[in-house]
């Protein structure tokens, strides 16, 4: 069944109808201004008008990565006491579940998934961000046996790359200035 979302997908399935019921031929014309009709609509163009999404009509909200783990209490290790966010909220489906939950820190909000098909381990996230050089002296004074992040020079920016422990990569960036 086509919505008023698909208005030709509507008129083309009304054209073959007619014709495979009632051996009816109507243009496709036609059938544009009876499905206006049915909308309670003048005219083609005004449902076409109604329907129509404009480049500025598209907008994203936050964006949040999902991150893959396999142990909660190390996710918890490196999230939340090394790379100092904060948990959110967590959610299990019932008892003996996988563990699904949000850290966030300054803006930055990420899915931490037990589950099975979440996500892929060693992906790469890219995230834009001012202080790094800050956030790179905090990470290394808390001595985290397992991540020792410094911060690149490149062309693009200036990037601490961090590895979790289940090879998801973080990659902060902050950009350079416009000279």
């Known amino acids: 069944m086509h919505s008023h979302l698909d208005p030709k997908a509507m008129a083309k399935a009304l054209r073959v109808a007619l014709h495979e019921r009632h051996q009816m031929t109507i243009t496709h014309g036609m059938a544009l201004e009876i499905v206006a009709a049915q909308h309670g609509l003048e005219s083609w163009n005004v449902l076409a008008a109604a329907n129509a999404i404009s480049a500025a009509d598209v907008r994203f909200g936050q964006t949040c990565p999902i991150m893959r783990i396999f142990d909660e209490g190390v996710a918890r290790e490196f999230y939340l006491d090394f790379l100092g966010f904060h948990l959110d909220w967590e959610h299990r489906f019932g008892d003996n579940f996988p563990l699904y939950a949000q850290v966030s820190r300054a803006g930055l909000i990420l ?39 410094s911060v690149e020079d490149e062309p693009w920016g200036l990037v601490m790359s961090i590895a979790d422990p289940f090879s998801n990569r973080i990659r902060f960036c902050q950009d350079k200035p416009d000279v």
């Open 111 to 149: 899915h931490l998934s037990g589950h099975n098909g979440d996500a892929t381990p060693g992906s790469t996230v890219f995230v834009r961000m001012q202080g790094v050089k800050g956030y790179q002296k905090e990470l290394a004074s808390k001595d985290y046996k397992h991540a020792k992040p």
